[in-house]
């Protein structure tokens, strides 16, 4: 392996660890959530989050990040993060990566008044 390769492994690896030390930070920087539509009932959102080598589209864990920044933005906003039903989930590919794909995530939130 050459010194280039060499320094982009490690590189790479700093950033990944990095960037799991972070979920706090990666909630704000790169997740949206945003009001939807409104019934008699519930009030709706689209939440949207990624996924990459560092939060596997796959990974339970990484899912479990993904739905505990949800709940974050929801008790930010005064809702019940006990009240809500994920609707749909849509993962949409964004870009192939050489150490991962990168994915947007969409879903869809009913949050029960």
Same mark, same amino acid.
């Given at each position: 392996m050459t010194i280039r390769k060499?320094?982009?492994?490690?590189?790479?690896?700093?950033?990944?660890?990095?960037?799991?030390?972070?979920a706090s930070f990666d909630r704000v920087a790169v997740t949206k959530f945003e009001p *939807?539509?409104?019934?008699? !009932?519930a009030q709706f959102f689209k939440f949207t989050a990624f996924?990459?080598?560092?939060?596997? &589209?796959?990974s339970?864990?990484?899912?479990?990040?993904r739905i505990d920044?949800?709940? *974050?933005?929801?008790?930010? !906003?005064?809702?019940?993060a006990k009240r809500y039903?994920?609707?749909?989930?849509?993962?949409? &590919?964004?870009?192939?990566?050489?150490f991962g794909d990168i994915y947007d995530i969409f879903y869809e939130i009913r949050v029960a008044k």
């Open positions: 060499l320094t982009l492994v490690f590189v790479y690896t700093a950033l990944l660890g990095m960037m799991a030390g972070c *939807t539509r409104t019934d008699a !009932n996924a990459d080598a560092a939060y596997p &589209l796959t339970e864990e990484a899912e479990r990040t920044w949800l709940e *974050t933005w929801l008790r930010d !906003n005064n809702y019940d039903e994920v609707i749909s989930r849509v993962p949409v &590919l964004r870009k192939k990566g050489v």
